[in-house]
């Protein structure tokens, strides 16, 4: 074998070896981008689930009967008897 073939062997060789190391690396680092992406999605999936829950606590403090119930128990407010009278201005 002439070394000119060895030379082009050992080349072609190198090049090859180069393009597999090439390809594991990029499967490492897609690897590495979806575990980050499955970390991210799981971070996304509880911030949700929390805003679910305090959009839930939110809704209960709004409640029309909780509010009477406090306006009447801290504030000693009562429920009128009668709607109020509205007075409108005449131009």
Request: glycine share 2%.
């Amino acid at each position: 074998m002439s070394f000119r073939r060895v030379l082009w062997a050992a080349l072609a060789v190198v090049v090859v070896l180069a393009s597999l190391l090439w390809q594991v690396s990029n499967v490492v680092r897609i690897n590495e981008l979806l575990t980050s992406i499955e970390a991210k999605q799981r971070q996304l999936d509880s911030l949700e689930t929390l805003i679910r829950q305090e959009r839930a606590a939110i809704a209960r403090r709004e409640a029309a009967d909780r509010i009477r119930r406090l306006a009447s128990e801290r504030l000693g407010m009562i429920e009128p008897g009668r709607p109020p009278i509205l007075i409108e201005r005449v131009q």
